[in-house]
């Protein structure tokens, strides 16, 4: 891959501010992109905006609370790239709701409406507000990330378990209906990662597996790129 995998190219990343969101973004600055910065806490948006701004292109930053936005103010943040930037070529998933590993049965409904939400509904509407404006680029890519759905589907893992599997689903979906088109949609499983909603299931000083978030940021620009082509409509799980 070259260093300018992504130049010219707009990218925006929801949770951009999280462990491998925040690597991810980063990655796709120095590869040439300008990236669109999503997340609900403004401060930690504007550090990442920082950073980004000295590695690449000036970033856009999109304060948004995907719990709480509605389908008309995704189709709003769409509309506003379009006439703030001209184009969207890639929308990288990233953002995750998990409170931590609880029996069913002792799952407030609150929080399990709120992980399926975030976790699923609330990245398809998204995706569906942006789709049209990807469709006008030459080669767009939409990447869902996607968690192990072995590990997951075990005891335990709630609303956030079965959002994992209804995204793997959605991505061979979404490909079907989309495989004439422009716009390329894969997944991405990370090996485990260190980050804060993994702190919350595993012990991080026993926890030999986890790799830092970076490991996996150049998985996320090959997909974003046209390199990326060969994945499409599957789940990748890339060697750190």
Known sequence: MTEAALAGRVVLVAGAYGGLGSAASLACARAGATVVLLGRKVPKLNRLYDALAAEGPEPLLYPLDLEGASPDDYAEMAERIE???????????????????????????????????????????????????????????????????????????????????????????????????PVRVAGLQPGPMRTPLRGKAYVEETDRQAREPAAYARACVTLLSSEGAVHRGTVWTPQP
């Open 83 to 181: 006439v703030e930037l001209g184009r969207l070529d890639g929308v990288l998933h990233c953002a995750a709701e998990f409170r931590g590993l609880t029996p069913l049965l002792q799952t407030d409904p609150a929080a399990f409406a709120r992980a399926l939400h975030v976790n699923l509904t609330a990245r398809w509407w998204l995706s569906q507000a942006c789709v049209p404006l990807l469709a006008k680029a030459p080669d767009a890519a939409l990447v869902f990330t996607v968690d192990d759905l072995s590990r997951v589907g075990q005891a335990y893992w709630g609303g956030y378990g079965l959002a994992q599997h209804g995204l793997s689903a959605l991505v061979g979906m979404l490909h079907a209906e989309l495989a004439n088109s």
